[in-house]
């Protein structure tokens, strides 16, 4: 079945893969739309992602570059509070632009406290991923 | 992107009636074990234990343990005939698991709303494919 403890989400971005591609691994601009880091395009690289602390987590997210294939691939590590997860960007040329999917992986569904932090955060979207599994789960007999 | 509103009342629902079984969803789902019977029932339909035993390298009381706190999740029902029993999928307590993850579903999709921004706020000074033209 789809990993039930991950989270894709997938864009289409009116932009060519290589300018997507500057935007998720230049720092500045990284830090525009993500949050502040000291990110280095280099494979083993270790860097941090700073954002507000909240309860059970003092909002610094500890990475490592796990995959980097310009402009296809990029994966990091991402530690932070309870979380010890991987997320990762795969960019595919469509039509004029690209076809951004994200994928974060390595939530623990038995781990309490991640389960507090997540829940501390509120409720909101709904995985379409989770909602075509159970749909196809619901076709069941 | 999808609306979330057309759902929100069925999955409140459900998760209310799934409060009543003794085993969460989510304790439910971290083994890996668990999973794959849930895939097996997925892809293949009810099945008799001894079916979903030949799929695993264990002994038949440990699937049976699995099979047990399946059910007491609510994920799994349990009909018996003649001397086997069968195991069906019952999908909707896996809601809690979307309710459970979508904060950061959320939290990636503004992101990226942010990275679309500052993507159509920048100069074209990356050409895209040679008769894409600067259109957008």
Redesign the interface.
């Known amino acids: ?1 789809t ?3 991950s ?1 894709d ?1 997938d ?1 289409f ?4 893969p ?3 591609w ?3 691994t230049d720092p500045e ?1 990284l830090a ?3 949050m502040p880091n000291d990110f280095v395009p280099e494979i083993g690289h270790r860097f941090t992602f700073h954002t507000e602390p909240r309860p059970g987590f003092d909002g610094v997210v500890h990475c490592e570059v796990l995959a980097l294939e310009p402009p296809r691939l990029l994966a990091w590590s991402w530690r932070g509070g309870t979380l010890d997860s991987t997320v990762t960007w795969t960019l595919a ?1 469509e039509g ?2 690209t076809r ?1 999917f ?1 994928r ?1 992986e390595g ?4 781990d309490p406290l991640q ?1 507090q932090a ?2 501390i ?8 991923i ?2 075509a ?2 749909t ?3 076709d ?2 | ?2 609306e ?1 509103t057309a ?1 929100a009342t069925a ?1 409140t629902a459900t998760a209310t009636a799934a409060d009543a079984f003794t085993v969460d ?3 439910a ?2 083994n890996p074990a668990r ?1 794959e019977v ?2 097996l ?2 892809d293949g ?2 099945r008799p234990v001894g079916e979903l035993a030949e799929h695993f390298d264990m002994r038949r009381p440990s699937l049976s343990e699995h099979l047990r706190l399946l059910k007491d999740a609510g994920l799994v029902t349990e009909r018996r005939v003649g001397r086997q029993r069968w195991y ?2 019952e ?2 307590p ?2 809690a ?13 503004d ?2 709303d ?7 706020a ?1 100069r ?1 000074d ?4 040679p008769n ?2 600067h ?2």
């Open positions: 079945m990993e039930p403890t989270i989400v864009r971005l009116p932009h060519p290589e300018k997507v500057r935007a998720l601009r525009g739309w993500l040329p004029r632009g951004l994200l974060h939530f623990d569904p038995d389960r997540l829940r955060m509120g409720g909101g979207w709904r995985s379409h989770m909602r599994l159970e196809s789960l619901a069941q007999p | 992107m999808p979330p759902t999955a969803v989510f304790t789902v971290a999973r849930l895939r029932l997925r339909g009810p069906a999928l999908a909707a896996l809601r698991l979307t309710d459970w993850l979508a904060p950061y579903e959320r939290f990636w999709n992101r990226i942010g990275l679309a921004d500052l993507l159509d920048e074209d990356i050409d895209g494919p894409a033209g259109h957008d």
